[in-house]
């Protein structure tokens, strides 16, 4: 994978799962993508959902994806064409649901005070640095085997590729 450019949404910190995708969905619509995706982040944004564009990236504060462990909070921004989260720091739960439903998820502190929403962004996972306003930012390398099960589009396609 190569550098790639994305144009930037940003929220702050503690954005958890029943912000992310609203509780009161969770057993009432259907898990069909176009459905999650209506509802992404419309608590928070209620523009977000009918303005994001694929390939959009998110940037947060700390601790985004805290709460439940509900899967819809992270398939709801893939369906939504999102294509990474870059946060000061993940809910350990939310970052492992993120990596099986390949969604990248990149943790760099530094560029939350550095970029701001609109804003574009490069990611070069080969060099982990992020490009924004003129800096670059490190991160620490995912793993091999992480970046495999994003780059397959999550865990189930990655092992289906295996077998």
């Known amino acids: ?10 929220y702050g910190d503690n954005v958890n799962t029943d912000v992310i995708f609203p509780g009161k969905y969770t057993y009432t619509i259907s898990h069909e993508p ?13 523009e977000f959902a009918d303005a994001v564009k694929p390939g959009d990236v998110i940037l947060a504060g700390r601790n985004w994806g805290n709460g439940s462990s509900r899967e819809q909070a992270v398939t709801c921004l893939v369906a939504a064409g999102v294509h990474a989260v870059i946060a000061a720091s993940f809910a350990r739960i939310y970052y492992r649901n993120a990596i099986n439903s390949g969604l990248l998820v990149i943790e760099c502190p530094a560029i939350v005070e550095a970029a701001g929403a609109g804003d574009l962004i490069e990611i ?6 992020l490009y924004c306003r003129g800096q670059a930012f490190e991160f620490p390398s995912l793993p091999p085997q992480v970046r495999e099960i994003v780059e397959a589009g999550g865990i189930i396609p990655y092992l289906q590729r295996r077998s």
């Open 1 to 10: 994978m190569t550098r790639t450019s994305h144009r930037l949404w940003k």
């Open 124 to 129: 070069d996972l080969e060099e982990s640095r």
């Open 34 to 46: 176009a459905a999650l995706a209506r509802h992404a982040l419309e608590d928070l944004d209620p």
